[in-house]
């Protein structure tokens, strides 16, 4: 049940996982006309009461110029609150990368029991290739915030992903993915800059053709990545029918894997490659 609490004895603490807010118009304004419609969710601290779920409209409500506001009071351990208060946005996918990085650290930290992703994963209800996305994403916001990139959960405006100034989440997951394969053969000066590029070439990209840039990368590392990008937006596929022995496919599909792409891309990348280095193609263009 729940019951009318002043709002001055409301707070929001670190439980609370979602710090950004967004635009709290709409609600206040619904607020005004309809009232604050479902029960904010809130436990008892020192006096007073910490929000658990439902910070928006606890601030909506205070800019509406409620004095009371609907609430469920329960006895939550840290542990159960961070988890609520977690999953509860992530179903409602209101977190923005960093919100989601932060509540799963903080969530693990209260909760010994977590040992791995699995664990993770389990108790928030979601998909473990969801959190190690979150983790790959994250990994490829920080190399990118030098820049002032974003990595956005998210569909981003085009405009913006085209300034180089967001990428979407998937395309960083599969960034840093695929950056991590090469990153050994790519001179430690360079990476940074090459990693950079990467993710501006891709960000206006849809995510097939933005796959395919990069694993064309892959296979030439040592490529300027706009001269990758031309390769790639060049080609126009002509089907093909080559049939080989098992022992030549199984030597494909293992030298495929090595490099994180398909037989077809290693065999049209190996005779592009023959091709050029026999002059029957000029450098550094595709047919």
């Known amino acids: ?44 601290s020192e006096g007073k009461f910490e929000v658990v779920c439902g910070a928006r409209r606890l601030e909506a409500a205070k800019a509406a110029g409620l004095k009371t506001i609907p609430a469920i009071v329960r006895e939550l351990s ?60 994250y990994a490829a916001f920080l190399k990118l915030s030098k820049e002032k990139m974003k990595v956005e959960v998210r569909p981003t405006k085009m405009e913006e992903r085209k300034k180089g100034k967001s990428i979407p989440r998937q395309h960083a997951v599969l960034l840093e993915r695929t950056f991590k394969k090469v990153e050994s053969k790519i001179p430690e000066e360079e990476r940074e800059k090459k990693y950079v590029q990467l993710a501006k070439v891709i960000a206006p990209l849809e995510q097939k053709v933005a796959k395919r840039v990069l694993n064309h990368f892959v296979v030439h590392p040592e490529k300027p990545v706009e001269e990758i990008k031309r390769e790639v937006l060049e080609v126009h596929d002509i089907p093909v029918t080559v049939n080989f022995t098992p022992r030549v496919f199984g030597g494909l599909v293992r030298a495929a894997e090595e490099r994180g792409i398909t037989v077809e891309q290693l065999v049209k990348n190996i005779v592009e490659d023959w091709l050029k280095r026999g002059g029957y193609l000029a450098q550094g263009k595709s047919s």
């Open 78 to 137: 840290d542990r159960d609150a961070i988890a609520i208060s977690l999953t509860e946005n992530l179903h409602r996918d209101n977190l923005d990368l960093e919100e989601r990085i932060v509540g799963y650290e903080k969530l693990k930290k209260a909760n010994r029991n977590i040992k791995t992703d699995r664990d993770l994963a389990r108790l928030l209800n979601i998909p473990r290739t969801k959190i190690i996305e979150d983790y790959e994403a």
């Open 1 to 44: 049940m729940s019951q009318e609490i002043p709002i001055d004895k409301i707070f929001i603490g670190e439980v609370n996982v979602r710090k950004n807010l967004g635009d709290l118009l709409p609600l206040i304004n619904s607020i005004k006309e309809k009232g604050v419609l479902q029960p904010i969710l809130v436990r008892p």
